[in-house]
């Protein structure tokens, strides 16, 4: 069974810096992309940025030029660093992972979710 452990969420004041990482454990046969979701009280969650198996990413327009999401394959991680932050990106941050199993089902996980709280 795949698990996702996130880390590195926190308060930083505007114009600040983070890093998040999210950790995978367990077998996988192969995986698809991983990445990062994110949601705010009131608002539906929405993709933050996604990196594929083969390196290709696409990230929300408002992230864009301020996160870069990044993989380690041999430590199974993936990071999102945010520089630039803004009061708006406060929100819970998802880790997720879309992987096939070896019996070739397609199946998403999601990590718990680091919280980011960014003041003015």
């Known amino acids: 069974q795949v698990q996702l452990v996130e880390s590195g969420g926190g308060l930083v004041q505007a114009g600040g810096s983070l890093r998040l990482s999210c950790a995978k454990s367990?077998?996988?046969?192969?995986?698809?992309?991983m990445g990062w979701y994110r949601q705010a009280p009131g608002n539906q969650r929405e993709l933050v940025a996604r990196i594929t198996s083969g390196g290709s990413t696409n990230d929300l327009d408002s992230v864009k030029g301020r996160f870069t999401i990044s993989r380690d394959n041999a430590k199974n991680t993936v990071y999102l660093q945010m520089n630039s932050l803004e009061p708006e990106d406060t929100a819970v941050y998802y880790c997720?992972?879309?992987?096939?199993?070896?019996?070739?089902?397609?199946?998403?996980?999601w990590g718990q979710g680091t919280q980011v709280t960014v003041s003015a």
């Open positions: 997720f992972i879309q992987y096939s199993d070896y019996e070739g089902k397609f199946i998403s996980s």
């Open positions: 367990g077998s996988i046969f192969s995986i698809n992309a």
